[in-house]
């Protein structure tokens, strides 16, 4: 099957089943603005810090911050119940290439265990070599365990995954698309949308990236000389990525083996998933791992920061298709004096979500917030940057899918060095993108305002 169908065909199975009950979203005005304490909870690899501990450590690592930081890491702790986790050292991976160089270098060097969990893994070049090194680690006796969606995979032969388990890989394929197939609770409509590799419990890689060569190509991204126009089937992707060292390791580890757990993969060979970990870095990181009938943590993690945004909401969003209460308050941002910039898709592997994102075009651009959509790739990242300091990387797009139906993965780190890489890169997409003014929207063709209407009679189920 043609992969860029597999996200119609799977709207359509959702919207058949209807799935049961439509959950809805937490209320935007129950969210916390007030702080109960002046400091976050932090946590290391010994265990939680105390309020002295604390103080000192975010005096020195936030000393020269921009606005209050300690204010809305608290916020974030009240509205997701999730700590901050200290010492991490965080590499920004910025594309395809750099992404897939940096995990197989770290599976070579594997030599207790991999953990793998992705949305998509594709039989193509990219996917034959991530495979085969996979089985190369399992006869050099590193155990293997690999977990990947049936709908992400419809489009990938079974015989691809049967090899790498005849190779003594353990293989999950999470809610089978065949409910016979299946073990304990099945849903079509829950899928696991997460991309998450642990190598020997020490390094951990998690952002938007599957196991595809849609990914592996420059994108022209970097490229000094830009296409003067755009063929949506030759170009690359543009998505982001994040290798983590350090004591927030183990918390990405724990939500691997949860999800193993909960799909009934079977007993996981015995090994060292949980080494001591020592600092590596200064970073505070928040994981936000979540599933159906969780809190919501990443939309609330998302919403209270840009609620609580003093200077620049600048967001970047492969398949933005939101509801009222972010649309209110990305306009409440940018009426109070807030630089609030979109990068959004100019080209699209699936026109039915641009189309539904673009319904709220006008009332964003009427309200102040400025909108920008990447010309030279497919946008696949799911990134912000606020105020300079509080970033955002993960799987998870801006739709009611990621917020109610998927298992989603994102980190928030809230470090002003950080940060500016994520300007960098946010400015790098605003040079390759063209941006939309209210004038020239409300002058677009009758067609497009028709699939715009359209699409969002589907936007629950998308």
């Given at each position: 099957?043609n992969?860029?169908?597999?996200?119609?065909?799977?709207?359509?199975?959702?919207?058949?089943g209807?799935?049961?009950?439509?959950?809805?979203?937490?209320e935007?005005?129950?969210?916390?603005d007030?702080?109960?304490?002046?400091?976050p909870?932090?946590?290391?690899?010994?265990?939680?810090?105390s309020?002295a501990?604390?103080?000192?450590?975010?005096?020195?690592?936030?000393?020269?911050?921009?606005?209050?930081?300690?204010?809305l890491?608290?916020?974030e702790?009240?509205?997701?119940g999730?700590?901050?986790?200290?010492?991490?050292?965080?590499?920004?991976?910025?594309?395809?290439?750099?992404?897939?160089?940096?995990?197989?270098?770290?599976?070579?060097?594997?030599t207790?265990?991999?953990?793998?969990?992705?949305?998509?893994?594709?039989?193509?070049?990219?996917?034959l070599?991530?495979?085969e090194l996979?089985m190369?680690?399992?006869?050099?006796?590193?155990?293997?365990?690999v977990?990947?969606?049936?709908?992400g995979?419809?489009?990938?032969?079974?015989v691809?995954?049967?090899?790498?388990?005849?190779?003594?890989i353990?293989?999950?394929?999470?809610?089978p698309?065949?409910?016979?197939?299946?073990?304990?609770?099945?849903?079509?409509?829950n899928?696991d949308?997460?991309?998450?590799?642990?190598v020997?419990?020490?390094?951990a890689?998690?952002?938007?990236?599957?196991?595809?060569?849609?990914?592996?190509?420059?994108?022209?991204?970097?490229?000094?000389?830009?296409?003067?126009?755009?063929?949506?089937?030759?170009?690359?992707?543009r998505?982001?990525?994040?290798?983590?060292?350090?004591?927030?390791?183990?918390?990405?580890?724990w939500?691997?083996?949860?999800?193993?757990?909960?799909?009934e993969?079977g007993?996981?060979?015995q090994?060292?998933?949980f080494?001591?970990?020592s600092?590596?870095g200064?970073k505070f990181v928040?994981?936000l791992a979540?599933?159906?009938?969780?809190?919501?943590e990443?939309?609330?993690s998302l919403m209270?920061?840009i609620n609580?945004?003093?200077?620049?909401?600048?967001i970047?969003?492969?398949?933005?298709?939101?509801?009222q209460?972010?649309?209110d308050?990305?306009?409440?941002?940018?009426?109070r004096?807030?630089?609030?910039?979109?990068?959004?898709?100019?080209?699209?592997d699936h026109g039915?979500?641009?189309?539904?994102g673009?319904a709220f075009?006008?009332?964003?651009?009427?309200?102040?917030?400025?909108?920008?959509?990447?010309?030279?790739?497919?946008?696949?990242?799911?990134?912000?940057?606020?105020?300079?300091?509080w970033s955002t990387?993960?799987?998870?797009?801006?739709?009611?899918?990621s917020?109610?139906?998927?298992?989603?993965?994102?980190?928030?780190?809230?470090d002003?060095?950080?940060?500016?890489?994520?300007?960098s890169?946010f400015?790098?997409?605003?040079?390759?993108?063209?941006?939309?003014?209210?004038?020239?929207?409300?002058?677009?063709p009758?067609?497009?305002r028709v699939?715009?209407?359209?699409?969002?009679?589907?936007?629950?189920?998308?």
């Amino acid at each position: 099957m043609n992969k860029h169908r597999i996200k119609w065909w799977f709207a359509a199975l959702a919207l058949i089943g209807v799935m049961a009950s439509c959950r809805t979203l937490p209320e935007a005005d129950k969210l916390p603005d007030t702080p109960v304490k002046a400091n976050p909870t932090v946590e290391n690899a010994k265990g939680t810090l105390s309020k002295a501990q604390t103080a000192a450590l975010l005096q020195r690592r936030w000393a020269n911050a921009t606005g209050d930081l300690k204010q809305l890491a608290v916020l974030e702790e009240q509205a997701t119940g999730l700590p901050l986790i200290a010492g991490n050292q965080v590499q920004l991976l910025f594309d395809g290439p750099a992404t897939m160089r940096e995990m197989m270098a770290a599976a070579r060097n594997a030599t207790n265990s991999i953990n793998l969990e992705t949305y998509i893994f594709d039989q193509d070049p990219i996917g034959l070599q991530f495979a085969e090194l996979l089985m190369e680690k399992r006869r050099q006796g590193v155990t293997v365990n690999v977990m990947y969606d049936s709908v992400g995979t419809l489009g990938t032969p079974q015989v691809f995954f049967d090899r790498m388990r005849e190779a003594g890989i353990n293989m999950v394929a999470f809610n089978p698309v065949n409910p016979a197939k299946a073990k304990g609770n099945w849903s079509i409509n829950n899928r696991d949308h997460r991309k998450l590799m642990v190598v020997d419990g020490r390094v951990a890689f998690t952002g938007g990236i599957n196991i595809s060569a849609d990914y592996a190509n420059s994108s022209l991204f970097r490229s000094r000389s830009k296409p003067s126009k755009v063929d949506k089937n030759k170009v690359g992707w543009r998505d982001t990525h994040v290798k983590i060292e350090g004591p927030a390791v183990a918390t990405l580890q724990w939500a691997f083996v949860n999800a193993w757990v909960r799909q009934e993969g079977g007993e996981l060979a015995q090994r060292d998933y949980f080494p001591p970990l020592s600092p590596a870095g200064d970073k505070f990181v928040r994981v936000l791992a979540t599933e159906p009938g969780s809190h919501s943590e990443i939309y609330k993690s998302l919403m209270v920061a840009i609620n609580e945004a003093k200077k620049s909401v600048h967001i970047t969003s492969a398949y933005f298709v939101p509801d009222q209460q972010v649309v209110d308050a990305l306009i409440a941002a940018a009426k109070r004096g807030v630089d609030v910039k979109l990068v959004l898709p100019g080209v699209s592997d699936h026109g039915l979500v641009m189309y539904a994102g673009q319904a709220f075009y006008e009332q964003l651009l009427a309200g102040g917030v400025k909108i920008y959509q990447l010309q030279v790739a497919v946008l696949h990242a799911k990134t912000a940057v606020i105020d300079g300091a509080w970033s955002t990387i993960g799987s998870a797009n801006i739709d009611r899918r990621s917020f109610i139906h998927n298992y989603e993965l994102n980190i928030v780190v809230i470090d002003p060095a950080f940060g500016r890489d994520m300007e960098s890169a946010f400015n790098e997409d605003l040079r390759d993108s063209k941006e939309v003014t209210l004038e020239a929207w409300r002058d677009r063709p009758w067609a497009d305002r028709v699939k715009e209407w359209a699409a969002r009679l589907t936007e629950y189920w998308i």
